[in-house]
């Protein structure tokens, strides 16, 4: 399944009309897991769901880095002419990041998603456990790579398989959707470079040295899960050093995967921002908007540091974000265009 590397990264797109958004997944994932917020803002928004390599419909390369997958978006961001806003959750917020970085010229605004620029550590450091694994992804490697996939009868089938390594069944679906066959009675294959990401995980827990003197000065919004580990006060130092615009916002019963987890009040907290973001770009007032708050989410406070308060919340948010799944869904929608 290796592929010749110098090939464009698979995308979609997502509506016709409006500013850009641009969308990359984390470790494991596809562009298509960022359908049911891609949906919702495709209305007025054109959306585009990029696989990074070794991941979905994507090239497969010779190593991991996160300034090559920068520059594959970079060139993804070149061909549409006009900046975009880049929004990346864990493995693509690093690589979001970089690109930040390195090509501003390409963003109007940047959305980093339960992701800091640091190194993370293999153990503790993060947790008030020094002996808990910083990151199960390894164990989930090992187990994906476990399935004998050509004794394989059904998606079910491996789902059991992961169950012990993998317990979370949200967890589960989202690493199955990328295990595919093309039609019935075809094999199964994994459209992840398990060899490759095995071999480099210890890569993707860093953040390489930015140029000398980078800095991002657009709008950026960080974005976190209450419950995860990944966004830390110790932080934020850093985050503000090379993004100073930043605006940290915490959703509440949402770990890492907020967008799965917490999909309205994501995309609501979203929406807001990239609202905000246009009607700067016009030349509009559009500062008071961002201090209305949403149900669900923590937004840190102007002025006071490590001072978060909770936001007043817009009616309903609070109340579409509950009894939802959180599992992504795969189906492309009317108008969307794939290469």
Known sequence: ????????????????????????????????????????????????????????HSPWTERVDYVDMAELVAAELESFGEPATLVGHSMGGKVAMQLALRRPELLRALVAVDIAPVEYPLKGGRTEDPDEEASPFAAFIAAMRAIDLGALESRSDADAALRTAVPSRMVRSFLLQSLSREEEGDGWHWRLNLELLARDLGELRGFPDPPPGAVFDGPVLWIAGANSHYVLPEDRPQMDALFPSTRLVKVKNAGHWVHSEQPEVFLATLRRFLDGVEEEAQGLDGVEEESQGLDGVEEESQGLDGVEEEAQGLDGVEEEAQGLDGVEEESQGPGAVER
């Open 1 to 56: 399944m290796t592929e010749n590397a110098e090939e464009a990264l698979h995308a979609r797109t997502l509506g016709e009309a409006g500013p850009r958004v641009v969308f990359v997944h984390g470790l494991f994932g596809q562009g298509k897991n960022w359908t049911t917020i891609a949906k919702g803002l495709a209305g007025d928004h054109r959306v585009t769901l990029l696989d990074l390599p070794n991941h979905g």
